[in-house]
């Protein structure tokens, strides 16, 4: 089950390689006090629904980062495969790697089937964190297949 509004978010640290030339460790808990953080997870590197996903939210929330949002995008994929996946669509969001499904396990958003039956992916989801740690915004989508809902989130954004 998802995480829920109003609920502390879960601490973690993950690796990234994106855009850096050298692995970086990101820690949610670094946040606190200082940014919202927008967590967008997504299933997996290299899928159509998941690189218009990702180049949406590069393109359009890449905006929106800055003094008060941090954005991240979070996928079970290598920081390897996120390098090469960001390099060859011009993904300039910092990609983590939740590899050991660390994260998306805290979170709740475990798609126990995706396709060619990869399991325990992570599902198509969107978690909007406030300065205050706390969860402020959810969507999950049951479908992998299914787009979240970017205007929804940038109102949440806006209304922070």
Do not use: W
């Not at 200082?34 to 905006?63: H, R, W, Y």
């Not at 060619?116 to 909007?128: E, F, I």
């Amino acid at each position: 089950m998802a995480i829920n509004i109003g609920e502390k978010a879960p601490d973690f640290t993950l690796t990234s390689f994106t855009p850096s030339a050298d692995t970086v460790d990101y820690t949610l808990s670094d946040y606190a006090g200082k940014k919202n953080v927008l967590l967008i997870f997504f299933p997996q590197a290299f899928t159509g629904v998941c690189t218009d996903e990702m180049c949406t939210i590069s393109e359009d929330f890449g905006k929106l980062e800055g003094d008060d949002l941090e954005v991240f995008g979070i996928s079970v994929d290598g920081t390897f495969v996120q390098k090469a996946f960001a390099k060859a669509n011009n993904i300039k969001t910092k990609l983590l790697s939740d590899f050991n499904r660390e994260v998306i396990n805290k979170y709740g958003v475990v798609q126990e089937l995706f396709a060619h039956g990869m399991k325990n992916t992570s599902q198509r989801a969107v978690v909007l964190i406030g300065k205050d740690g706390n969860v402020k915004y959810t969507e999950v989508t049951e479908n992998p297949g299914v787009q979240v809902n970017f205007d929804k989130i940038k109102e949440a954004i806006k209304s922070l």
